[in-house]
């Protein structure tokens, strides 16, 4: 079964070095059990990112560098990643290791017939937040718990970006958002189609390296105008 791993990466010069500690370990485990292919998408970073992954992973055969000319946010990267992707299962994983890389290994475990999408969860009761400023985990969480109260009541985190996918959700689900509303976009589109997911309870972690590209303020605004087409479209019985 071939494998693909789409890591977007903005401006993480700072934090490659530790990505590539715990990343290469992890390469080298699951090359044994599956064709593996590592993407990551460059989405326009001005700092050292670019010179720094090409002097990691250029010369290794599974390993493809695409780069954004500018800055197009997140769901543009995950869009690019996606459209070159070719596993079987695509997962996707975060840059500043907020979730280390290893859990892809326990993630996959999960994967069955059954199951479409496997999402690391730190809102499921037995997942956990460490030293996340209290504000954004009252907010994503307050948010993730109103998807919850739309959408499907048995999925505790919607907003997390390190997830599993299999090969044909990604085909069907379309998502148009660019900002972080993309990873809760494919979400819940899914969620709609009837794919089913499992979560996989963890622990979130305040990054070590770098800062944020999210804006916070930004994000909230696209979640509220999502949030209230759903219910304008459920109100008029039209599917998302």
Sequence with gaps: ?????????????????????????????????????????????????????????KNKGYVKIIRHRQNMNLGAALRTGFKNATGDLIAVLDSDCTYPPGLIIEMLNLVDNDTDIVTVSPYHPDGGVENVPYYRVFLSKGISNIYRLLIDRRIHTYGAMVRIYKKKVIEKIRFRSDDFL?????????????????????????????????RLISVILSHLYFLTRIILLRIAGVKL
């Design 182 to 214: 993309s990873v809760t976009e494919i979400m819940v589109k899914s969620l709609l189609k009837g794919y089913h997911v499992k979560e996989f309870p963890t622990i979130l972690r305040v990054r070590q390296y770098g800062q944020s590209s999210m």
């Design 1 to 57: 079964m071939k494998l693909s791993i789409v890591i977007p990466c903005y401006n993480e010069e700072k934090g490659i070095p530790n990505l590539v500690k715990q990343l290469d370990p992890i390469c080298h485990k699951l090359i044994k059990d599956y064709e593996l292919e590592l993407i990551f998408v460059d989405d326009g970073s001005k700092d050292k990112t670019n010179a720094l992954l090409n002097l990691e992973y």
